[in-house]
């Protein structure tokens, strides 16, 4: 009886793989959302990225392009694992970068603004954690079928527009922030005083 009473209610293949690309995209809709902050803190606010700082943003961007992939090809553990392996890189990184913010060198102070109380080193760990909290939901949600792997965006008109659109959007921040590091660090060491380039 209960076991017929949760078939009636089961989901159609092209349900879920749409849900699942849903869940993709907004993940990277708030991973974009996150850089884009970063950026306007830099460019608006002049708060350089230190070098620490600008290897959680390539974790990031790390992380978007195994989401990306699954945009393209469909649910993929192995783009999961690389997703993954970039949000521990920026777990170690950030974790790293709070410590030395706990207990800084002399003259080594974290200079940036804190946000509703926090540093953003301190976001990053968090962001991290809820990353790997995501993945561990899409996991369970779509990692024991495959039916995720049909294409949605074939039947769906929005989605077929969105998708390109944000991946698009992404890649340019990826762009944006690779020009940004050569025109901070020249050839030599990236410093938060000034773009090396520029003087």
Known sequence: MIDTHFRNFSI?????ATLHH????????????ILTAAMLLQYVDG??????????????????FGIMLQLRYGFSYRHIGLSMVFTLFLLIVA???????????????YI????????????SVLIAVALFFSFAIQLIAWG????????????SPTLRYLTPLLCLYVIAIGVVNF????????????????YALLK
């Open 12 to 16: 159609t293949p092209k349900t879920s």
């Open 22 to 33: 849903i869940y993709m995209l907004g993940m990277l809709a708030v991973i974009a959302g």
């Open 47 to 64: 708060q350089l990225p230190c070098p620490l700082c600008l290897l959680q943003r390539m974790a990031l961007l790390g992380v978007c």
């Open 95 to 109: 974790v790293r970068q709070t410590l030395l913010d706990i207990y800084p060198r002399p003259g080594h102070e």
């Open 112 to 123: 940036g603004s804190a946000i509703f109380g926090l540093h953003m080193p301190v976001w």
């Open 144 to 155: 024991n079928s495959s039916k995720s792997k049909i294409k949605p965006t074939k039947h």
């Open 179 to 194: 020009l940004s590091v050569g025109v901070q660090c020249g050839l030599g060491q990236c410093h938060t005083y000034g």
